[in-house]
């Protein structure tokens, strides 16, 4: 193959830096699920108990594969009817039939069933990984691109897959198509109010009159905030001021290394309640309502809880997107969650320290692996394409560091002993919490295909707070599904007015609507806004004045990781 003469490029680093990569990617998720030993116990036991079940299957493998080989050894030497050279066609049949088996593999052992669910991850990360479009010399489309275009294409996915390498992360999006207070996070407003781990943000109104009730949203911190403001055709933010309400945003830090000892606590103390101090003082209001997504929408539930507790009534009425309450099946994720790996991160976060956002962005991509990790390395790397720009991606890649205190915490608390919905059985800040107290009206989302809070969880929301709830179900996945662009209207949505206190069977009755949700909770937040106000003209107040215009340096800031460092945080009192 004709290599470009300005060019260092060769062949050879080409394969060693693609398997170095392809090292990087699939080591995280073997080692986090690494369980050889239970592994060969379970297929022992299997033996044991019901051999039946591993013959049939292991049978049904053999003859398949006897299968491929003759038809191999059958096909003539020249391609078949896809173009492809037989040696192609029987390698990505041979791995079609490896995966299968797969597949079916956890099912037919006698084992656990969180033992199954890790299995099966384990296998279907192998599974994808080991796919031949993944690697140069059996993908014979980027054979042929590399030859047609002199080698060119293996020049660019080298500089690409180097590029990715230092940054830590695969490209999804072209990274110089967008920036943050350029064409992403553009809504006019300002920085009114800050703490050590976030900013407040309170947006310019877009109507003549507002609701005097103000709309004060939580995002969650593992991403940054500009999720719900991304460009002005599918901004959140831009729709809520549209429809008259008066808005305010947190945007967390991006924690450094000297706030790593920031605890649960210190996010509710420094961030929910500082915001909505900071919004009823600017305001002028005895009350908001709260809007939390995703781990955001957790946080705001405590600090409801909280309130209530207390006997407070500043929080009005509540929306929780996409957000977990019950952690009894928090779907795939819960294959990274056991206790010796949530006993390690203790360990490791006990003096404090930051858990980078780069590591739970990889764990999340893994749950997609195929979607969110192959397909770039093949068009990346092997084609040498630039990704296309998308907002979305280009979100998802801009991880944020957590507190590695605060996170330690949360697995244990939530994902491993779902302490949260069992009254008492957790104290925040001075106050037992009881999620049976919140009983203000609640407008609850999930999403059909979310892979991080499945809907069948987040249905269980409304028989944990006692107030008046409309639960309602979106199309497609985590982030697509709440960000469904009103203007757009893409995806549809359900909901059931007859109601039922099982998934299934409300999802077989319900009412399914085209168009985004985002109409419908305009409707339900636009009747309980309060009175109609002119909107003010000035943001922020005596006591909060502009700090910053938006959307503010937090949210650009990129602070150095270390692992561990002395706690210097100290919670306001």
């Known amino acids: 193959m004709p290599v470009p003469?300005?060019?260092?490029?060769?062949?050879?680093?080409?394969?060693?830096?693609?398997?170095?990569?392809?090292?990087?990617?699939?080591?995280?998720?073997?080692?986090?699920?690494?369980?050889?030993?239970?592994?060969?116990?379970?297929?022992?036991?299997?033996?044991?108990?019901?051999?039946?079940?591993?013959?049939?299957?292991?049978?049904?493998?053999?003859?398949?594969?006897?299968?491929?080989?003759?038809?191999?050894?059958?096909?003539?030497s020249s391609s078949n009817d896809n173009g492809k050279l037989p040696f192609f066609a029987l390698l990505e049949d041979q791995h079609r039939l490896m995966s299968r088996w797969a597949e079916q593999l956890p099912g037919a052992l006698e084992i656990e069933p969180q033992a199954r669910r890790r299995l099966a991850f384990a296998l279907r990360q192998w599974a994808e990984a080991s796919a031949p479009a993944n690697f140069l010399a059996t993908n014979p489309a980027a054979i042929r691109a590399a030859v047609e275009s002199s080698g060119?294409?293996?020049?660019?996915?080298?500089?690409?897959?180097?590029?990715?390498?230092?940054?830590?992360?695969?490209?999804?999006?072209?990274?110089?198509?967008?920036?943050?207070?350029r064409n992403l996070a553009i809504t006019p407003g300002a920085v009114v109010h800050e703490t050590p781990i976030m900013q407040l943000i309170q947006y310019t109104p877009l109507t003549e009159k507002v609701g005097a009730r103000p709309l004060l949203i939580v995002p969650p911190f593992i991403n940054k905030y500009y999720i719900l403001d991304l460009?002005?055709?599918?901004?959140?933010?831009?729709?809520?001021?549209?429809?008259?309400q008066q808005v305010f945003m947190v945007s967390w830090r991006n924690i450094p290394p000297e706030l790593g000892g920031a605890s649960w606590e210190d996010y509710l103390q420094e961030g929910v309640f500082s915001a909505l101090d900071a919004v009823l003082d600017i305001a002028g209001t005895r009350d908001a309502n709260v809007l939390g997504f995703c781990v955001g929408g957790t946080l705001t539930t405590c600090a409801a809880a909280i309130e209530a507790a207390r006997g407070g009534k500043r929080m009005a009425h509540l929306t929780l997107l996409a957000t977990l309450l019950d952690f009894s099946d928090p779907g795939e994720i819960s294959v990274f969650v056991d206790e010796a790996s949530v006993a390690r991160r203790e360990r490791e976060f006990a003096d404090g320290g930051v858990m980078p956002g780069s590591q739970l962005a990889s764990a999340f991509a893994s749950l997609r692996a195929r979607d969110l990790i192959w397909y770039f390395v093949e068009h990346n790397y092997l084609f040498g394409e630039t990704p296309r720009a998308f907002d979305l991606l280009h979100w998802n890649s801009d991880s944020a560091n957590l507190p590695g205190r605060l996170y330690a915490w949360y697995l244990r608390n939530m994902y491993l002993e779902n302490r949260l919905r069992q009254p008492g059985a957790l104290e925040l800040c001075g106050q037992s919490i009881d999620l049976r107290r919140i009983e203000i009206p609640s407008y609850v989302l999930a999403a059909k295909d979310d892979h991080i809070v499945p809907w069948h969880s987040a249905?269980?929301?409304?028989?944990?707070?006692?107030?008046?709830?409309?639960?309602?179900?979106?199309?497609?996945?985590?982030?697509a599904g709440v960000i469904n662009s009103a203007k757009l209207d893409r995806r549809g949505w359900w909901d059931n007015s007859h109601g039922s206190n099982e998934p299934d069977t409300w999802f077989d009755s319900a009412q399914h609507h085209r168009g985004s949700w985002w109409h419908d909770w305009g409707a339900w937040i636009g009747e309980r806004s309060g009175r109609r106000i002119r909107a003010p003209v000035v943001l922020g107040n005596d006591r909060h004045p502009v700090i910053e215009p938006a959307p503010g340096r937090f949210v650009a800031e990129v602070p150095v990781t270390a692992t561990r460092h002395q706690n210097n945080y100290t919670t306001r009192t």
């Open 231 to 244: 460009r002005p055709e599918n901004s959140f933010v831009r729709f809520a001021l549209e429809q008259g």
């Open 5 to 76: 003469s300005d060019s260092a490029l060769s062949l050879q680093q080409f394969l060693e830096a693609n398997a170095e990569a392809l090292k990087a990617l699939v080591q995280p998720a073997s080692e986090a699920l690494a369980d050889g030993p239970a592994f060969a116990l379970a297929w022992a036991r299997t033996m044991q108990q019901a051999p039946e079940k591993l013959a049939a299957l292991q049978r049904e493998f053999y003859e398949q594969q006897v299968g491929l080989w003759r038809r191999a050894l059958d096909a003539p």
């Open 152 to 181: 060119t294409t293996l020049q660019r996915g080298l500089k690409n897959l180097r590029a990715d390498l230092e940054r830590g992360r695969i490209s999804m999006s072209d990274a110089g198509a967008f920036e943050v207070g």
């Open 459 to 479: 249905f269980r929301t409304p028989n944990l707070l006692s107030g008046e709830c409309r639960f309602v179900l979106a199309e497609s996945g985590h982030v």
